[in-house]
């Protein structure tokens, strides 16, 4: 995660550029990758639909680069225990990142360096700032589709990766960091991914 002021400022021009949304640093979600059923633990990497995974944490910039990744919990691991107990949390915590804050969707807790939803709003301004939140944070589910796109062995139309947990997570934080290279690059999409549905990557 960039801890630069240069770095930062720039990241939140740009999420600030999609909806006005201010003070961004990062937009925070976590995605499931399907393994093998494995022979250690295995009733922990089943997750809520019922399939064995890992949930791989994510946070990205406006670009969809991810700028943070955390591969390492079994499927059945809620979000808000990975973001409970990951550095970058630390990081907000102590000060490392004083400045910005993180958009994260209901399942993450709301502190004052990671902005949630409002709940059933029942006023304009809450109505304009969750219109704002949702259409910036979707920038984190639009890169975890690129990045599904780009690399369909942890996309569950490419079926399953069958590797132990460890190496299936070592897999996933490669794939991010080609991802990363690819925008850097301006590798094209690949055919049948259309770059934006609804605000979401759409695969064909």
């Known amino acids: 995660m960039p801890t630069n002021e ?3 400022n720039k990241i939140k021009r740009d999420f600030h550029d999609i909806a006005r949304f201010p003070n961004t640093v990062g937009a925070i979600d976590c995605t499931h990758v399907r393994i093998k059923s494995p022979s250690i633990d295995e009733h922990l990497y089943v997750n809520r639909k019922n399939f064995h995974s890992i949930n791989i944490q994510g946070v990205c910039d406006a670009e969809l680069k991810f700028l943070n990744i955390i591969a390492k919990w079994p499927g059945s691991t809620h979000d ?10 630390e990081m907000f915590e102590d000060g490392t990142i004083s400045d910005g804050w993180l958009l994260g969707d209901s399942a993450y807790p709301l502190r004052p360096w990671l902005l949630t939803p409002v709940l ?9 700032y969750n219109d704002s939140h949702i259409r910036t944070r979707n920038t984190i589910e639009r890169a975890f589709g690129v990045l599904k796109s780009r690399f369909r062995c942890i996309d569950s139309s490419g079926g399953t990766l069958l590797y132990t947990p460890k190496k299936a997570c070592n897999i996933a934080v490669a794939t991010a960091v080609l991802h ?3 925008i850097e690059s301006n590798v094209p999409l690949p055919d049948g991914c259309n770059p934006v549905d609804n605000g979401r990557i759409r695969v064909q």
């Open 80 to 89: 808000s225990f990975i973001w409970n107990n990951c550095a970058l949390k």
């Open 180 to 182: 990363n290279m690819c």
């Open 6 to 8: 240069d770095h930062l």
């Open 120 to 128: 059933n709003p029942d006023t304009p301004s809450e109505a304009r």
